[in-house]
Protein backbone atom coordinates (compact mmCIF):
# COMPACT_ATOMS: atom_id res chain seq x y z
CA UNK A 1 0.00 0.00 0.00
CA UNK A 2 2.51 2.51 0.95
CA UNK A 3 4.27 1.69 -2.55
CA UNK A 4 1.41 2.37 -4.50
CA UNK A 5 0.04 5.22 -2.43
CA UNK A 6 3.15 7.60 -4.14
CA UNK A 7 2.12 6.12 -7.99
CA UNK A 8 -0.97 8.31 -7.37
CA UNK A 9 -1.44 11.97 -8.35
CA UNK A 10 -3.72 12.49 -5.63
CA UNK A 11 -1.93 11.73 -2.50
CA UNK A 12 -4.85 12.70 -0.01
CA UNK A 13 -7.13 10.01 -1.34
CA UNK A 14 -4.17 6.95 -1.22
CA UNK A 15 -3.05 8.64 2.12
CA UNK A 16 -6.46 8.25 3.51
CA UNK A 17 -7.14 4.42 2.57
CA UNK A 18 -3.67 3.88 3.83
CA UNK A 19 -4.80 5.45 7.46
CA UNK A 20 -7.86 3.69 7.29
CA UNK A 21 -6.24 0.04 6.63
CA UNK A 22 -3.41 0.65 9.36
CA UNK A 23 -6.42 1.63 11.54
CA UNK A 24 -8.65 -2.16 10.39
CA UNK A 25 -5.38 -4.09 10.67
CA UNK A 26 -4.07 -2.52 14.26
CA UNK A 27 -7.82 -3.10 15.20
CA UNK A 28 -7.79 -6.74 13.84
CA UNK A 29 -4.61 -7.45 15.93
CA UNK A 30 -6.10 -6.14 18.98
CA UNK A 31 -9.33 -8.43 18.86
CA UNK A 32 -7.40 -11.47 18.35
CA UNK A 33 -7.82 -14.15 21.30
CA UNK A 34 -3.80 -13.62 21.57
CA UNK A 35 -3.40 -10.15 20.96
CA UNK A 36 -1.36 -8.08 18.88
CA UNK A 37 0.08 -4.74 20.13
CA UNK A 38 1.17 -2.20 16.60
CA UNK A 39 4.92 -3.60 17.49
CA UNK A 40 4.16 -6.54 16.89
CA UNK A 41 2.83 -5.71 13.59
CA UNK A 42 4.17 -3.06 12.01
CA UNK A 43 7.35 -3.01 13.61
CA UNK A 44 10.32 -2.14 11.38
CA UNK A 45 7.43 -1.09 8.92
CA UNK A 46 8.78 2.58 7.30
CA UNK A 47 7.48 4.46 4.40
CA UNK A 48 9.93 5.54 1.92
CA UNK A 49 11.76 8.23 3.55
CA UNK A 50 12.09 6.01 6.56
CA UNK A 51 9.23 7.62 8.50
CA UNK A 52 7.74 5.26 11.10
CA UNK A 53 4.49 4.82 10.27
CA UNK A 54 3.50 5.95 14.05
CA UNK A 55 5.12 9.44 12.92
CA UNK A 56 3.28 9.66 9.41
CA UNK A 57 0.04 8.43 10.72
CA UNK A 58 -0.71 8.71 14.04
CA UNK A 59 -4.35 8.55 14.42
CA UNK A 60 -4.57 4.73 13.69
CA UNK A 61 -2.73 4.34 16.66
CA UNK A 62 -4.04 6.40 18.56
CA UNK A 63 -7.74 4.67 18.40
CA UNK A 64 -7.16 1.28 17.01
CA UNK A 65 -8.31 0.49 20.52
CA UNK A 66 -11.59 3.32 21.09
CA UNK A 67 -12.62 3.30 17.57
CA UNK A 68 -14.14 0.24 15.60
CA UNK A 69 -12.97 0.46 11.27
CA UNK A 70 -15.74 0.34 9.17
CA UNK A 71 -14.38 -2.14 6.49
CA UNK A 72 -11.32 -4.95 6.46
CA UNK A 73 -7.83 -3.96 5.43
CA UNK A 74 -8.18 -5.46 1.96
CA UNK A 75 -11.09 -3.16 0.87
CA UNK A 76 -8.86 -0.31 1.64
CA UNK A 77 -6.86 -2.11 -0.96
CA UNK A 78 -9.42 -2.58 -3.60
CA UNK A 79 -10.65 0.98 -3.60
CA UNK A 80 -6.52 1.95 -3.67
CA UNK A 81 -6.40 -0.48 -7.04
CA UNK A 82 -9.36 1.00 -8.43
CA UNK A 83 -7.82 4.18 -7.79
CA UNK A 84 -4.88 3.81 -9.07
CA UNK A 85 -6.18 1.37 -12.67
CA UNK A 86 -9.29 3.07 -14.52
CA UNK A 87 -12.46 2.38 -12.57
CA UNK A 88 -13.89 0.02 -15.94
CA UNK A 89 -10.64 -1.10 -16.40
CA UNK A 90 -11.89 -4.79 -14.71
CA UNK A 91 -8.99 -7.01 -16.68
CA UNK A 92 -5.80 -5.13 -14.65
CA UNK A 93 -7.64 -4.58 -12.03
CA UNK A 94 -8.75 -8.54 -12.07
CA UNK A 95 -4.78 -8.61 -12.93
CA UNK A 96 -3.48 -6.44 -10.30
CA UNK A 97 -5.57 -8.53 -7.33
CA UNK A 98 -4.58 -11.88 -8.24
CA UNK A 99 -0.36 -10.86 -8.33
CA UNK A 100 -0.94 -8.88 -4.81
CA UNK A 101 -2.74 -12.26 -3.83
CA UNK A 102 0.36 -14.33 -5.16
CA UNK A 103 2.87 -12.16 -3.17
CA UNK A 104 0.94 -12.08 -0.29
CA UNK A 105 1.16 -15.60 -0.01
CA UNK A 106 4.78 -15.71 -0.87
CA UNK A 107 5.27 -13.78 2.15
CA UNK A 108 3.22 -15.03 4.45
CA UNK A 109 3.54 -18.76 3.82
CA UNK A 110 4.34 -19.47 7.55
CA UNK A 111 2.27 -17.25 8.88
CA UNK A 112 -1.74 -17.35 8.94
CA UNK A 113 -2.89 -16.49 5.74
CA UNK A 114 -5.69 -13.87 7.47
CA UNK A 115 -6.35 -10.49 5.72
CA UNK A 116 -6.84 -11.20 2.46
CA UNK A 117 -9.68 -11.80 -0.15
CA UNK A 118 -10.58 -14.41 -2.06
CA UNK A 119 -13.49 -13.56 -4.26
CA UNK A 120 -13.80 -10.40 -6.38
CA UNK A 121 -17.61 -8.64 -7.38
CA UNK A 122 -18.20 -6.73 -9.85
CA UNK A 123 -21.47 -4.64 -10.24
CA UNK A 124 -23.01 -2.47 -12.70
CA UNK A 125 -26.09 -1.03 -14.68
CA UNK A 126 -26.81 -3.30 -18.56
CA UNK A 127 -25.80 -0.43 -20.20
CA UNK A 128 -22.56 -0.83 -22.90
CA UNK A 129 -20.70 2.38 -20.92
CA UNK A 130 -22.14 1.82 -16.93
CA UNK A 131 -19.54 2.20 -14.72
CA UNK A 132 -18.32 -0.95 -12.78
CA UNK A 133 -17.77 -1.09 -8.82
CA UNK A 134 -16.12 -3.59 -6.91
CA UNK A 135 -16.33 -5.59 -3.66
CA UNK A 136 -13.92 -8.04 -2.14
CA UNK A 137 -14.92 -10.84 0.49
CA UNK A 138 -14.48 -10.34 4.22
CA UNK A 139 -10.87 -10.36 4.63
CA UNK A 140 -10.98 -11.32 8.53
CA UNK A 141 -10.10 -14.83 10.27
CA UNK A 142 -11.82 -16.12 13.04
CA UNK A 143 -15.81 -15.81 13.10
CA UNK A 144 -15.84 -13.06 16.23
CA UNK A 145 -13.54 -10.93 13.67
CA UNK A 146 -15.60 -11.22 10.94
CA UNK A 147 -19.05 -10.74 13.15
CA UNK A 148 -17.57 -7.48 14.32
CA UNK A 149 -16.99 -6.17 10.84
CA UNK A 150 -19.96 -7.13 9.64
CA UNK A 151 -21.50 -5.08 12.41
CA UNK A 152 -19.56 -2.16 11.74
CA UNK A 153 -20.15 -2.12 8.03
CA UNK A 154 -23.32 -2.18 8.69
CA UNK A 155 -24.29 0.75 11.34
CA UNK A 156 -21.98 2.99 10.39
CA UNK A 157 -23.10 3.38 7.45
CA UNK A 158 -20.00 2.05 5.02
CA UNK A 159 -22.43 -0.31 3.39
CA UNK A 160 -25.76 1.00 1.22
CA UNK A 161 -28.90 1.03 3.82
CA UNK A 162 -30.78 -1.56 1.59
CA UNK A 163 -27.43 -3.70 1.35
CA UNK A 164 -27.12 -3.33 5.49
CA UNK A 165 -30.84 -3.76 6.10
CA UNK A 166 -30.35 -7.08 4.09
CA UNK A 167 -27.13 -8.55 6.15
CA UNK A 168 -29.03 -7.57 9.15
CA UNK A 169 -32.22 -9.25 8.54
CA UNK A 170 -30.10 -12.47 9.41
CA UNK A 171 -27.62 -10.93 11.93
CA UNK A 172 -25.51 -12.69 13.75
CA UNK A 173 -26.59 -16.07 12.63
CA UNK A 174 -28.43 -18.11 9.27
CA UNK A 175 -31.81 -17.49 11.47
CA UNK A 176 -34.08 -14.74 9.87
CA UNK A 177 -35.60 -12.41 11.95
CA UNK A 178 -39.45 -13.30 13.07
CA UNK A 179 -40.13 -9.25 13.01
CA UNK A 180 -37.91 -7.96 9.72
CA UNK A 181 -37.39 -8.99 6.28
CA UNK A 182 -34.87 -6.70 4.38
CA UNK A 183 -34.04 -8.92 1.75
CA UNK A 184 -34.65 -7.79 -2.06
CA UNK A 185 -34.48 -8.81 -5.40
CA UNK A 186 -31.80 -6.86 -7.32
CA UNK A 187 -33.19 -4.53 -10.09
CA UNK A 188 -33.34 -7.17 -13.77
CA UNK A 189 -31.55 -3.82 -15.31
CA UNK A 190 -28.65 -4.48 -12.89
CA UNK A 191 -25.39 -7.62 -13.20
CA UNK A 192 -23.54 -8.71 -10.40
CA UNK A 193 -21.17 -11.48 -11.23
CA UNK A 194 -18.33 -12.93 -8.84
CA UNK A 195 -14.57 -13.84 -9.58
CA UNK A 196 -11.97 -15.75 -8.00
CA UNK A 197 -9.18 -13.65 -7.41
CA UNK A 198 -6.33 -16.17 -7.67
CA UNK A 199 -7.59 -17.74 -11.03
CA UNK A 200 -10.31 -15.11 -12.17
CA UNK A 201 -12.43 -17.88 -13.08
CA UNK A 202 -16.07 -16.47 -12.52
CA UNK A 203 -18.06 -18.26 -9.70
CA UNK A 204 -22.20 -18.45 -8.77
CA UNK A 205 -23.68 -16.59 -6.30
CA UNK A 206 -23.58 -18.65 -2.69
CA UNK A 207 -27.10 -19.51 -1.54
CA UNK A 208 -26.74 -16.39 1.31
CA UNK A 209 -26.14 -14.01 -1.36
CA UNK A 210 -29.44 -15.69 -3.24
CA UNK A 211 -31.44 -15.23 0.11
CA UNK A 212 -30.03 -11.75 0.65
CA UNK A 213 -30.88 -9.99 -3.24
CA UNK A 214 -32.86 -13.09 -4.65
CA UNK A 215 -30.24 -14.66 -7.27
CA UNK A 216 -31.57 -17.66 -9.11
CA UNK A 217 -28.68 -19.94 -9.72
CA UNK A 218 -26.76 -20.24 -6.87
CA UNK A 219 -24.18 -22.52 -5.12
CA UNK A 220 -25.62 -24.79 -2.17
CA UNK A 221 -22.35 -23.05 -0.23
CA UNK A 222 -24.18 -20.83 2.87
CA UNK A 223 -21.23 -18.09 4.02
CA UNK A 224 -22.07 -16.10 6.49
CA UNK A 225 -24.38 -13.22 5.93
CA UNK A 226 -22.38 -9.89 4.73
CA UNK A 227 -19.04 -12.07 4.31
CA UNK A 228 -18.76 -12.07 0.56
CA UNK A 229 -18.25 -10.05 -2.09
CA UNK A 230 -21.39 -9.03 -3.80
CA UNK A 231 -22.43 -6.99 -0.56
CA UNK A 232 -19.37 -4.60 -1.05
CA UNK A 233 -19.86 -4.36 -5.01
CA UNK A 234 -23.91 -4.11 -4.83
CA UNK A 235 -23.55 -1.06 -1.98
CA UNK A 236 -21.03 0.89 -3.97
CA UNK A 237 -23.31 0.59 -7.26
CA UNK A 238 -26.90 1.08 -5.21
CA UNK A 239 -24.38 4.44 -3.40
CA UNK A 240 -24.08 5.72 -6.52
CA UNK A 241 -27.16 4.46 -8.90
CA UNK A 242 -30.43 5.71 -6.93
CA UNK A 243 -32.58 4.53 -10.08
CA UNK A 244 -31.39 0.63 -9.45
CA UNK A 245 -31.49 1.28 -5.88
CA UNK A 246 -35.03 2.32 -5.97
CA UNK A 247 -35.93 -0.67 -8.47
CA UNK A 248 -34.57 -3.46 -6.26
CA UNK A 249 -36.31 -1.68 -2.96
CA UNK A 250 -37.01 -4.49 -0.21
CA UNK A 251 -40.64 -5.38 -0.28
CA UNK A 252 -42.05 -6.93 3.02
CA UNK A 253 -44.47 -5.22 4.94
CA UNK A 254 -42.11 -5.11 7.58
CA UNK A 255 -39.83 -3.03 6.19
CA UNK A 256 -40.86 0.38 7.87
CA UNK A 257 -38.50 2.90 9.77
CA UNK A 258 -39.29 1.33 13.25
CA UNK A 259 -38.20 -2.35 12.46
CA UNK A 260 -34.96 -0.70 10.95
CA UNK A 261 -34.71 0.92 14.04
CA UNK A 262 -35.07 -2.25 15.80
CA UNK A 263 -33.07 -4.32 13.63
CA UNK A 264 -29.87 -1.27 14.09
CA UNK A 265 -30.41 -1.63 18.16
CA UNK A 266 -30.21 -5.07 18.09
CA UNK A 267 -26.97 -5.58 15.70
CA UNK A 268 -25.58 -3.01 17.84
CA UNK A 269 -26.01 -4.91 21.08
CA UNK A 270 -24.97 -8.03 19.61
CA UNK A 271 -21.97 -6.46 18.41
CA UNK A 272 -21.06 -4.99 22.11
CA UNK A 273 -21.51 -8.71 23.47
CA UNK A 274 -19.08 -9.80 20.92
CA UNK A 275 -16.48 -7.18 21.53
CA UNK A 276 -16.99 -7.71 25.19
CA UNK A 277 -15.60 -11.52 24.52
CA UNK A 278 -12.29 -9.93 22.73
CA UNK A 279 -9.72 -7.41 25.07
CA UNK A 280 -11.25 -4.39 23.16
CA UNK A 281 -13.17 -3.23 26.57
CA UNK A 282 -14.10 0.40 25.42
CA UNK A 283 -15.59 1.24 22.67
CA UNK A 284 -16.39 4.92 22.15
CA UNK A 285 -19.11 4.12 20.21
CA UNK A 286 -17.54 5.80 17.20
CA UNK A 287 -16.44 4.84 13.91
CA UNK A 288 -12.72 5.42 12.38
CA UNK A 289 -13.10 7.77 9.63
CA UNK A 290 -9.80 8.59 8.20
CA UNK A 291 -11.24 12.23 6.46
CA UNK A 292 -11.15 13.81 10.05
CA UNK A 293 -8.21 15.96 11.48
CA UNK A 294 -7.17 14.66 14.44
CA UNK A 295 -7.87 18.31 16.22
CA UNK A 296 -11.30 18.26 15.08
CA UNK A 297 -11.99 14.79 16.43
CA UNK A 298 -10.70 15.71 19.85
CA UNK A 299 -12.36 19.14 19.82
ZN1 LIG B 1 -22.33 -15.21 -0.97
Redesign the pocket.
Given at each position: MLKMKDQSSEPEVTSKLVDEMIHSILFLGKIKNKPLCPKDIFDGVDDDNNHHLKEKYPNPFKFYSSQLPRRSPFSCMLDMIVHLKQQNDENGIKDELAEIISKLKDETRKHDKELSSTVLCVSHVNNTDSVKYYGVSMSTSGKKSGRIMIAASCLSFYWDEYVAGAVMTFYPDLMKKPYFDGTFNLSRDATCR?YNIKNKSEMK?????SN?FGFQETDP?V?PYG????VESLSKLFKNDDQVKQQSRPQSDTFTPDNIEKVKDETRKKLKEILNMTKFEKWSGEFYDPSVELTCREG
Open positions: APCKSCLKWNCAE
